[in-house]
């Protein structure tokens, strides 16, 4: 008989719960001054440090999948999981800040000043998540403009950093949109036909602007000169020289090839075998959204709670976070595929051979 046989399992020793109820050790109560509040404080982050360790664990499962030359449906199947499982725990790290909203700013200054300079800048599982994604150095809109990494410890800091040379969820993306199939048809040239599609609807625009009496002449002509930058933008995506200055000049993120894939997806989303990978393109915008609104409430609960006090990691507190949340973004390019989408009544039409193929999984 194995031990495993002779001593059932317990509860509370599966859990460690021993150990992790152990964990909630106020500041204010070693400082002589118990603050209760300051429970509800450290468990909600406590909690939020556990989220983020499921994360790590569903992205690392991510990256393990899209490292592979090939990446089979059923693998992307599980890709899609893992990321809507990330989705769904975003949503519980936001409602998370509605309970710690229960906590008044009078409650958050008895135990405030304990805390400095400890923040959430020293969250090195967040730090983790940020550069699994994609965030690179360059991206991030830094405090003092000092490095990201400043604030934690050497080891810390190591562990951090050295996640930035590693391949991200970005960096994987962009390798497998660009070994997508359907970018070439054979003799159907679709970037051809797509131009003459977006030329149609831009000249139909044209004439709507141009003919509408209710216009003034000026207004015409600013509507006119937008249509112009549109048209610039649609010709600079077909065209690979145009892109890559773009991209150069940090105007894109993605190669070209990996761009015109997810348009194609976008585009194609109804076509059977392109219902996985745009889900999974569109996880990864959530994502992005996700983190963004959830570093737009904490903006807005430090202001509820400080005003316009500094942080305890000492930056501007809920000027900083606000503009972070429009700022740290990893999948900008996924969400500018919009721009270029085309109504689905000005699609070109698929040669029937492409169509047939798109309703089954391809052999290689």
């Not at 004439?207 to 207004?219: G, Q, R």
């Not at 989303?269 to 996880?283: A, G, K, T, V, W």
Request: glycine share 4%; net charge negative.
């Amino acid at each position: 008989m194995t031990d495993r046989q002779s001593k059932p399992l317990y509860y509370p020793d599966y859990l460690r719960l021993d150990s992790l109820l152990a964990c909630q050790q106020m500041e204010s109560a070693r400082m002589g001054s118990p603050a209760h509040d300051e429970m509800l404080f450290i468990v909600v982050h406590q909690a939020y440090e556990l989220w983020f360790k499921q994360i790590l664990w569903e992205l690392d499962s991510v990256r393990e999948t899209l490292s592979t030359p090939v990446v089979e449906e059923r693998e992307l199947g599980k890709t899609l999981k893992n990321l809507e499982r990330v989705v769904a725990i975003q949503r519980v790290l936001i409602q998370q800040i509605d309970v710690l909203e229960t906590m008044t700013p009078l409650d958050f200054l008895d135990f405030r000043d304990y805390l400095i300079p400890a923040s959430g800048f020293q969250s090195v599982q967040f730090r983790m998540i940020e550069n699994r994604l994609g965030l690179r150095p360059e991206d991030r809109l830094t405090f003092g403009r000092a490095k990201y990494s400043n604030r934690l410890e050497e080891s810390d800091r190591a562990l951090v950093e050295s996640i930035e040379n590693e391949p991200s969820i970005f960096d994987l993306v962009d390798n497998w949109l660009s070994r997508t199939p359907f970018i070439s048809f054979g003799g159907f040239d679709f970037w051809s036909a797509y131009s003459t599609a977006v030329r149609s609807m831009l000249e139909h625009d044209r004439k709507a602007i141009v003919e509408n009496p209710t216009l003034s002449a000026d207004h015409k002509q600013r509507q006119v000169d937008g249509l112009e930058q549109t048209k610039a933008q649609f010709e600079a995506i077909t065209d690979a020289s145009k892109y890559e200055a773009l991209r150069s000049d940090g105007g894109f993120r993605l190669g070209h090839d990996s761009f015109k894939a997810a348009l194609l997806i976008s585009l194609y989303r109804d076509e059977p075998i392109l219902h996985i990978p745009f889900r999974l393109l569109s996880l990864l915008i959530d994502i992005d959204e996700n983190f963004s609104t959830w570093r737009y409430r904490h903006a807005l609960m430090v202001l509820r709670m400080l005003g316009s006090k500094i942080g305890t990691g000492g930056s501007s507190g809920q000027d900083y976070l606000h503009e972070v949340a429009h700022h740290n973004k990893v999948f900008k390019d996924l969400n500018r595929v919009s721009t270029f989408l085309i109504p689905r009544g000005r699609l070109p039409e698929l040669p029937e051979d492409v169509v047939r193929s798109m309703g089954f999984r391809l052999s290689t």
